[in-house]
């Protein structure tokens, strides 16, 4: 049975789970403290200091969707453009000369700028040089998928935005992203065609957290047991300001944020949870000893981000049409971003802080040779 039969038929119970929604509920700050210094404990046995540094390399902001909080939104009025295979090179090779080695290759939802195709060849250019790639873009069929981890990816993120399909339904009402049952199978595809690497999470702000965070853990518990080769990672992406304009009707504290990553921590020891650049430093440093595994670091959320790539195929999107950029444009405008970036420091100063506070940066984990 696939997760979205699943909860489907109601939440499953669990000891495991009941044991997480205890850890959620609210608390006072002593109990806090003591699930943050358990979730540091833990975290330093099953991982030691280390964290995993990764890039997302943009290649489209394209997209074919509605969904009302994302800057890449069908009917965003913003500049967009799809790198070249040459282009994706190019971005892939700055950000190897920074020294990571593990890069997520990002794209909005658009089969005729982004095909599995052109997934597997931008894969395939990456891989003679980075070790590990995975994909963070529209979901597809398993037989799609394999065409990608033949060319040689490694991981897939997919997030679900919010569990609640009466929440998720308002929120993305055009294009293929309205179906949340097949969202939901995503991960369980990509692992019946071969990735070994699997990142799920929810956007947050979209839905009261706890309920969120409780369905977000029925789903690990599901895919622990049912995508059991693959590496699990949770991602806490949380709602940034982006061309949309969109107010969360669920904002996120900072100590909520706290209590989720730590909670997940305690409840599932072994899974990797990872923290994107969406959050401030101060809090993005206080997380890297609780519960963090993965971080990206000196990210951007467009394509082209890095390099400059793509901007002589610029243009500007009206409700889903192309029209040219205005003279003024011509030249001068740059590719919208996803969102705004929270921790806007360079990589390198990531990685001379993450050493300050006594944690070894790890640029590359993982190794084709290890599965083979
Ligand atoms: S969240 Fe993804 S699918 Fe939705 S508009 Fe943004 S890029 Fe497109």
């Known amino acids: 049975m696939t997760f979205s039969e699943t909860l489907h038929q109601g939440l499953p119970q669990s000891a495991v789970l009941r044991r997480f929604a205890e850890l959620v509920a609210p608390c006072d700050d002593a109990a806090l403290e003591a699930l943050a210094a358990q979730a540091a404990a833990t975290t330093r046995r099953h991982f030691g200091k280390t964290m995993r540094l990764f890039a997302p390399l943009y290649v489209s902001n394209e997209c074919v969707n509605i969904c009302n909080y994302c800057g890449f939104s069908r009917n965003n009025p913003i500049f967009r453009t799809t790198l070249t295979l040459d282009q994706v090179e190019a971005e892939a090779r700055h950000l190897a000369a920074e020294g990571f080695r593990a890069i997520l290759l990002v794209a909005g939802e658009h089969p005729k700028f982004v095909s ?40 897939v993120t997919v997030f679900q935005e919010t569990y609640d399909p009466v929440a998720y339904a308002p929120l993305h009402p055009s294009g293929p992203k309205r ?15 071969g990735f070994r690497r699997i990142g799920i999470g929810a956007l947050l702000g979209l839905a009261p957290w706890r309920t969120e965070a409780v369905r977000l853990a029925a789903h690990v518990e599901h895919l622990l047991k049912h995508c059991w080769k693959a590496s699990l990672a949770v991602s806490f992406p949380r709602l940034r300001p982006a061309a949309s304009g969109f107010n969360p009707q669920f904002p996120l504290a900072d100590r909520d944020l706290v209590q989720l990553v730590c909670a997940l921590r305690v409840a599932f020891p072994e899974i990797g949870l990872t923290l994107s650049t969406r959050e401030p430093a101060h809090l993005r440093d206080g997380l890297a000893g609780l519960g963090i595994t993965m971080m990206s670091a000196g990210a951007r959320t467009e394509p082209g981000g890095y390099t400059g790539a793509g901007r002589e195929a610029l243009h500007r999107t009206e409700r889903g049409k192309s029209v040219p950029l205005a003279a003024a444009e011509v030249g001068t405008a740059e590719a919208t971003v996803q969102f705004e970036i929270g921790d806007p420091r360079p990589h390198s100063v990531v990685v001379a802080r993450l050493r300050q506070l006594g944690l070894d940066p790890i640029w590359k984990d993982w190794d084709a040779a290890i599965n083979a």
């Open 179 to 193: 179906d949340f049952a097949w969202r939901l199978d995503c991960p369980e595809r990509a692992y019946a065609a």
């Open 116 to 155: 599995n195709t052109y997934l597997a060849d931008c894969t395939r250019r990456l891989r003679a040089f980075v070790p590990s790639v995975s994909i963070e873009v529209a979901p597809m069929e398993t037989e799609e998928y394999r065409h990608i981890v033949d060319a040689g990816a490694d991981g």
